[in-house]
């Protein structure tokens, strides 16, 4: 079977690694893809906001399978494009519709969507720019830390968090007033919650569900959770603090009732759904949903899945998931990004990388990288993703910080302390 996936980062890299080792997926295409997924298939040139490229390609390359990695396409609606299409709709595609995705795409719905199905979460209020004044007087009656959330998509950069209450309502007046363009024409205010996050992933066929390895990342750029929010600075499965108790929780009180709202909406959903948690004193809430798998926590949880990705993928959307069986390495799984220089903020692109042919006992997955000539260079914030296995977190962590040592080019950075709030846990 010939397959598309979507997308260019490493996770992208990561589900590229699992797909082209299954004797069930024959040619594999991405697009746009980087340096690194041209090690696994071929690269196609598109724009994923072009549907109709999309649909050229599908048709041209017999492709028969579609994952959609990024969470735009999604939002878009890029699956109700393939179903209301007729030479496209019996191909299979991984991603749920433009309106299930909305659990990603707008933090009201998705806060609406956990209040009607009782889903424990986050207190919290939405505002408009109409609103500025009730907003103020919201603000002054919280108790900080603050939670400001853009509304839309803000490529993982829309949350802020503030020990200020004058802060917090110069921020929102910001966002409001477009810091965030139209993804914070509306922002979500929530409780803060004081515990510890972790990231849960299911397949879903609409109606059964599987599991997938529990991974935690880590999103700010800065040692010791400081600093502005990135799109994730590295990741670690299992976290050791989620354990069999935990894990009860979460499946019978937010896993079984957000597939149980699904199909009471009658939500069109074939795919990934990611779970981001937080527990607080051993108790599970929903931070957010995301409609398809993180990054970069897909690097170690595609490490640790043994069972065939493409076998899953065609029982979730054939709807037979309900006989799919998990295989995980029991061995931990560590990530560490390194990124460019100045990101989140402005960087330079097209630094040439060197040290890739020097890595020895991990796996790097490429995200913002592209080849120029005989050279990659750096296309992008996050550049790379190490990711070693351990029998324990602090070998895999110790074997991916070897390496992305050995890795150089003008301005790299990261974090030195993935996984330092584990180590008395």
């Keep these: 079977m010939n397959v598309l996936l979507l997308g260019n980062g490493a996770r992208e890299d990561a589900l590229a690694w699992r797909l082209s080792e299954s004797p069930l997926c024959s040619e594999l295409y ?160 929530e409780d803060f919650l004081d515990g510890i996050e972790f990231s849960v992933f299911v397949l879903t066929d609409g109606s059964s569900y599987r599991i997938l390895p529990v991974a935690k990342d880590y999103k700010r750029i800065g040692v010791g959770d400081t600093g502005p929010n990135t799109g994730g600075m590295g990741s670690v499965s299992h976290p050791p603090f989620v354990d069999a108790d935990l894990m009860r929780k979460v499946e019978q009180r937010i896993i079984q009732p957000t597939l149980h709202g699904i199909q009471a909406r009658k939500l069109d959903y074939r795919g990934f759904i990611f779970f981001g948690l937080i527990a607080v004193d051993g108790e599970p809430y929903v931070i957010e949903y995301n409609c398809r798998m993180g990054d970069p926590e897909t690097q170690t949880v595609m490490a640790r899945l043994q069972s065939d990705i493409m076998s899953l993928l065609l029982e979730t959307v054939e709807g037979d998931l309900s006989t799919a069986v998990i295989r995980m390495d029991d061995r931990q799984a560590a990530t560490v990004v390194l990124v460019s220089g100045g990101y989140p903020g402005p960087y330079e692109k097209g630094k040439a990388i060197s040290g890739l042919e020097d890595i020895q006992d991990s796996m790097v997955f490429h995200a913002g990288t592209r080849r120029k000539g005989k050279e990659v260079v750096t296309d992008g914030g996050r550049v790379l993703s190490v990711t070693s296995y351990g029998d324990t977190l602090a070998e895999a962590l110790e074997k991916s910080y070897a390496n992305a040592r050995r890795i150089t080019f003008e301005g790299a950075n990261f974090r030195s302390d993935i996984g330092f709030d584990l180590e008395t846990r």
């Design 30 to 189: 991405i697009a746009p893809g980087n340096a690194g997924t041209e090690r696994r298939g071929k690269n196609l040139p598109l724009d994923l906001t072009d549907f109709s490229a999309i649909r050229q390609a599908v048709l041209d390359l017999n492709v028969k399978l579609v994952i959609c990695g990024p969470e735009e396409p999604l939002v878009r609606g890029l699956r109700d494009y393939f179903r209301t299409d007729d030479r496209l709709k019996t191909v299979y595609f991984i991603g749920p519709s433009r309106e299930a995705a909305r659990l990603e795409g707008s933090k009201a719905y998705a806060k609406a969507f956990m209040e009607e199905y009782d889903i424990p979460t986050a207190g919290y209020r939405r505002f408009t720019a109409d609103d500025r004044e009730e907003a103020a007087d919201y603000l002054d009656t919280r108790t900080p830390p603050i939670v400001l959330k853009a509304d839309g998509l803000a490529a993982g950069k829309g949350v802020v968090i503030l020990n200020d209450r004058g802060e917090a309502k110069r921020e929102l007046s910001a966002m409001l007033d477009g810091k965030f363009g139209d993804a914070s024409s509306t922002v979500v205010v």
